[in-house]
């Protein structure tokens, strides 16, 4: 079961309550807004960096896998970037980079017993969960449609 946190934001001039969730859908990343996707970057960026493992109710299932699964979503994120014209940082490219203040991984570190390829990088990232997440939006005036 995946927990989520309620918190409240600005959103057009309103105050609007949205649940966190830390990771979007795979199926949604080409079709967010500059805000959210930019936002998804730097929460990447984070989670590959110091806070790889630092428990947190929304991400938890992250830890679960090995971090290669996290390059690997963070990887679809900076390509939609990419796509957009947006400028995205080289070294975030290289796999094992973790950011400034944190040790690289090793293959070890990066890849661990984890030799799962596949579309769907986290399996919790379900229909279910894609549902969630296109609720999450709208309930923050975002409206996505397939």
Not at 25 to 35: A, V
Not at 40 to 63: D, M, S, T
Not at 102 to 130: M, R, T, V, W
Request: include cysteine; charge should be positive.
């Amino acid at each position: 079961m995946i927990t989520f946190t309620t918190y409240y934001v600005w959103y057009n001039t309103k105050l609007v309550r949205g649940i966190g969730m830390r990771l979007w859908h795979e199926k949604l990343i080409s079709k967010l807004p500059r805000q959210q996707l930019l936002g998804q970057h730097r929460e990447c960026c984070a989670l590959r960096g110091n806070g790889w493992g630092k428990p947190h109710a929304i991400v938890n299932y992250v830890f679960r896998y090995a971090p290669i699964r996290l390059v690997r979503y963070h990887q679809l994120i900076m390509d939609e970037m990419k796509q957009r014209g947006y400028n995205v940082n080289e070294l975030w490219l290289d796999p094992y980079y973790r950011g400034k203040s944190c040790e690289s991984f090793d293959d070890k570190g990066l890849y661990g017993q984890d030799n799962e390829e596949g579309l769907i990088i986290y399996p919790e990232h379900n229909e279910g969960y894609l549902t969630e997440c296109i609720d999450n939006l709208s309930s923050k005036g975002i409206y996505i449609s397939f």
